[in-house]
């Protein structure tokens, strides 16, 4: 049984940083691709950004390029996002999602390309 645990959310200033992680278990973690996407009230799930299974290719939506940082730890089963300079409009639930394909060199943008998905981790940004 496949299971994705998001970590690392909490309250930060504009401007400020914060790290989320990502446990995931049940399969080989490094033979799939994982993600990261974020959701507020009354909005669509949105994609933030993805990389490949050995970490050598990565997406990011736009709206986040050149602040956050997707990585992974293969030998940890564990999905990093690395988040700074954050803003108000950062504020969401985040959750880490895990590919259902084992793809080479492929960081999926799309959420119905995922399979397995966690509970969430809350980002607060205050103004």
């Known amino acids: 049984q496949v299971q994705v645990v998001e970590s690392g959310g909490g309250l930060v200033q504009a401007g400020g940083s914060l790290r989320l992680s990502c446990a995931a278990s049940?399969?080989?973690?490094?033979?799939?691709?994982m993600g990261w996407f974020r959701q507020t009230p009354g909005k669509e799930r949105e994609f933030v950004a993805a990389?490949?299974?050995?970490?050598?290719?990565?997406n990011y939506a736009d709206s986040v390029k050149g602040r956050f940082t997707i990585s992974r730890d293969n030998a940890k089963n564990t999905l990093y996002l690395q988040m700074n300079s954050l803003k108000p409009g950062d504020t969401a639930l985040y959750y880490c999602?895990?590919?259902?394909?084992?793809?080479?060199?492929?960081?999926?943008?799309?959420?119905?390309?995922?399979?397995?998905w966690g509970q969430g981790t809350q980002v607060t940004v205050s103004s």
């Open positions: 999602a895990q590919d259902r394909t084992a793809r080479i060199a492929y960081a999926p943008p799309h959420g119905d390309e995922y399979d397995y």
């Open positions: 049940g399969r080989t973690f490094s033979s799939y691709p």
């Open positions: 990389i490949s299974r050995g970490g050598g290719s990565t």
